[in-house]
């Protein structure tokens, strides 16, 4: 298997936006184009995230719409959905087929749009990604998910709602110095503390925002990397699943499938957490965060609160976790998060990220999670 | 074609009626809800429908607030995840209990909720 790099990165601002989530791809991809300084025309395949095109756009066959946005119309293109993780699960495909062999130049990405229907719409369109038989007739949405989880890591393991609302603070923190994020305003957990509940024990700012954006990444054969002054080798992409039915969890205070893609992606990568400088992972609600640090092995079950509580997630901390400001304040257009995650995690190990850089990063993680905890993909990347 | 053992349709059916179905495994013992092709611990197809008492303790609980456009007149309402006597557990609207008693290790007991003829998966007090 051949080794594989990411040499280009885009993304769109995240926040609302007046034009449909291909246009967006578009501007995307085209950024990733113009960094990897490589002709549209070497590009072989595009691998494609959507989730909510067909209800919230009226919009299906999303891959060869994009492509066609972009000018190359004739490349071989698919639509990958697996929720929330989407543009990771992408990624991955993408990543083997330049492993492979078959392809040199791999475009890599997503785009969603949700902020032109009401909440209450896109709450359901949303919620389609739980079961249709045993969970949304329940009335169960994805806050009410996480709030299942969260009740259970107090529960088992003391977690409170003030360590949770010290990972909004943080990711909110970090947020403040990236351009592209969607609210880039400092909160307090007296803010956080104070609003209404949504899914208790989750709270209004425990809770990520509904965000129109789109990112892109240019993946790249070692042959094509090596002519190139900065290529982030990706050292190793794995996915797991999980049962589609909360009621049927193992364990509740857990995400058994980040813990399983987590094994997978060290293994590939011969690296473990001890090693990793930078960290994306994903953030969806706040209890996320601390569940997957404790999944990744960063912390020890049932400690991830007490991290977040320490500042030991913060920049400058022991291990710095979205210094993008995360989905909570950078924003998550769901089909574009898993891309956007690795142009930040590319940009750090550049050392492009200005006032959020964490320094002398040589190896980062990306974490996404699709739904209800059934699907999860980690990506580890490394500089030369 | 093999005879489905229970299908969605008929649990709910059954649901409807106030009675819950698990599935045993034949060979392993195995208790799920809802049947999967092969069963899980030991991939045998040897699925055999068992009544359910119903009773249970609830393992975790939400109070949703913002809800779907489909559930928007309901809020706000209670979910649980609930662990039956019998070992395995389901998902369901929390009914007739206050919120503020409602706790981990709660005993519950099932009863079927009917709403736009879908039957849904509903608990009330022990």
Known sequence: ???????????????????????????????????????????????????????????????????????????????FETACATSHAAFRHAVMEVSAGISDVVLVGGAERVLHIPTDHATEYFAYCSDASWEQPVGLTFPGVFALIARAHMEKHGTTEEQMAHVAVKNHRHGVHNPKAQFRKEITLETVLK????????????????????????????????????????????????????????????????????????????????????????????????????????????????????????????????????????GHPIGATGAAQICEIVTQLRGEAGPRQVDGARIGLTHTLGGNTATVLVSLFGRD | MTERVITLKSFFEEARAGRLTGIRCGQCGELAIPPKEFCPACQKRAWVSVPLTGEGTISS???????????????????????????????????????ESLRVGLPVRFRPLVKNEQTVVGFGPA
């Open chain 1, 1 to 79: 298997m051949r080794r594989v790099a990411v040499i280009g990165v885009g993304l769109t601002r995240f926040g609302k936006h007046d034009r449909t989530s291909a246009e967006l791809f578009a501007e995307a991809a085209g950024e990733a184009i113009v960094d990897a300084e490589i002709a549209p025309s070497s590009i072989r395949a595009l691998y494609y995230g959507n989730v909510t095109g067909g209800e919230g756009e009226r919009q299906l066959h999303t891959g060869p719409l994009a492509a066609t946005l972009l000018g190359l119309a004739d490349i071989p293109t698919t639509r």
């Open chain 1, 195 to 330: 609003s209404a509940y949504v899914a208790d024990p989750l709270k209004l700012f425990d809770c990520c925002p509904f965000t129109d954006g789109a990112a892109a990444v240019v993946l790249v054969s070692e042959e094509v990397a090596r002519k190139h002054r900065r290529p982030v080798w990706v050292l190793g992409s794995a996915a797991a699943s999980d049962t589609m039915f909360m009621h049927e969890k193992r364990d509740l205070a857990r995400v058994t499938a980040t813990e399983r893609a987590a094994r997978d992606a060290y293994r590939q990568a011969g690296k473990g957490p001890e090693d990793v400088n930078v960290v994306e992972l994903h953030d969806c609600f706040t209890i996320a965060e601390i569940v997957a640090t404790e999944g990744l092995g960063f912390f020890e079950p049932g400690t991830g609160g007490i991290a977040a509580e320490k500042g030991w997630t913060s920049l400058g901390g022991k291990i710095p976790v979205n210094p993008s400001g995360g989905l909570k304040s950078k």
């Open chain 2, 61 to 99: 609980f939400t109070i949703i607030r913002v809800a779907p456009r489909g559930h928007a007149g309901e809020t706000p309402y209670a979910v649980a995840v609930v662990k039956l006597a019998e070992g395995v557990s389901l998902l369901g609207r929390v009914v007739d209990l206050p919120f």
